[in-house]
């Protein structure tokens, strides 16, 4: 039995799919295949039903995958315990950052820890709260900065900022002079959102009460919705005239820009919002690289939001 296997069948596990598991683990699918029936025949046992285009996990198998979860997390530990003697700053940070952060948060970031501690460069991966969480989980990144609410994961915690949301329209919708919006007042709107799969569109729907029943009563509310994969992508779109959207607050650099094609109005009091945190691993040993991203993001002076006063990992 080798890691190198453990980690194969953890990938099957999550992708169910032989072809889907070896390009996450940059191996040929015939290389996986071979050494996970290698494991079954040497622990005598069948981890996976092999049948049609999906694979799934037996129940003994889903015992065996979760053991080697943990054993992998544990031997991600043991790296990061031998470099307790070496400094906490020098070397790779590996951070994940959700999409709908990254664009707004990433460029003064690496800006200010370039500046700050060069020795510690960042290597980045934007991707969905559920991936970062599997990849943290896996030892393949270091800490991720996501919104909450976070899935059960187990990690420690620390909070960033608090993000509100605001409403972006045409420049000449009739609402671009109000000083508020309700949510209940959207109802009546085309909205755009973010597809399934992205925080920040179920962030909306979570605050914005009246968003999520008439978006899921046909009939009755919201006129349309159409989903959009990216928020820049909906931003062009709202500028264009198809509808309305709501977005977080950092990604709005000048509510009152006058040469923009939009223009964002707030929400009444109190204006919905997201914490934003940067998670890790507790049996990570680097807290000085953690404090320094911390720190680096209170530098940003990203736009309307508010800093979350340091406290203890959660």
């Known amino acids: 039995m080798t890691l190198t296997e453990l980690k194969y069948i953890v990938a099957v596990a999550r992708a169910r799919h032989f072809g889907h598991a070896a390009e996450a683990c940059f191996v040929a699918q015939p290389t996986l295949s071979v050494a996970i029936k290698k494991l079954e025949d040497e622990l005598g046992v069948t981890l996976f039903e092999r049948g049609g285009s999906e694979v799934s996990v037996t129940p003994l198998g889903a015992q065996i995958v979760a053991q080697a979860e943990r054993v992998l997390e544990q031997t991600a530990a043991i790296k990061e315990l031998a470099k307790q003697n070496k400094d906490p700053l020098s070397g790779p940070l590996r951070l994940?950052?959700?999409?709908?952060?990254?664009?707004y948060l990433l460029p003064p970031l690496v800006k200010n820890l370039i500046e700050h501690v060069p020795q510690m460069p960042l290597v980045l991966q934007e991707n969905f709260t559920v991936k970062l969480l599997d990849l943290l989980r896996q030892g393949e990144l270091d800490a991720a900065i996501m919104a909450l609410p976070l899935?059960?994961?187990?990690?420690?915690?620390?909070?960033?900022?608090?993000?509100?949301?605001?409403?972006?329209?045409?420049?000449?919708?009739?609402?671009?002079?109000r000083a508020d919006i309700s949510a209940e007042d959207l109802k009546s709107e085309t909205m755009l959102l973010l597809g399934t799969g992205h925080c920040f569109r179920d962030q909306v729907l979570e605050v914005c009460p009246e968003m999520a029943r008439f978006s899921s009563a046909p009939g009755n509310g919201m006129q349309r919705t159409f989903e959009g994969s990216s928020l820049e992508t909906i931003r062009h779109m709202v500028a264009s005239g198809i509808g309305l959207t709501v977005l977080?607050?950092?990604?709005?650099?000048?509510?009152?820009?006058?040469?923009g094609m939009l223009t964002f109005v707030p929400f009444q009091d109190p204006a919905p919002s997201r914490r934003v945190v940067i998670v890790w691993r507790k049996s990570f040993t680097?807290?000085?690289?953690?404090?320094?991203?911390?720190?680096?993001?209170?530098?940003?002076?990203?736009?309307?939001?508010?800093?979350?006063?340091?406290?203890?990992?959660?």
């Open 248 to 259: 977080p607050r950092a990604s709005v650099p000048d509510m009152k820009d006058p040469h």
């Open 96 to 103: 994940g950052v959700i999409y709908t952060v990254g664009p």
């Open 151 to 177: 899935p059960e994961h187990g990690m420690a915690v620390q909070p960033l900022y608090d993000e509100p949301f605001v409403v972006a329209m045409p420049k000449h919708h009739p609402w671009a002079t």
């Open 286 to 314: 680097r807290r000085a690289a953690i404090d320094a991203v911390v720190k680096a993001v209170a530098d940003c002076g990203l736009p309307g939001v508010e800093m979350v006063t340091l406290q203890a990992a959660a």
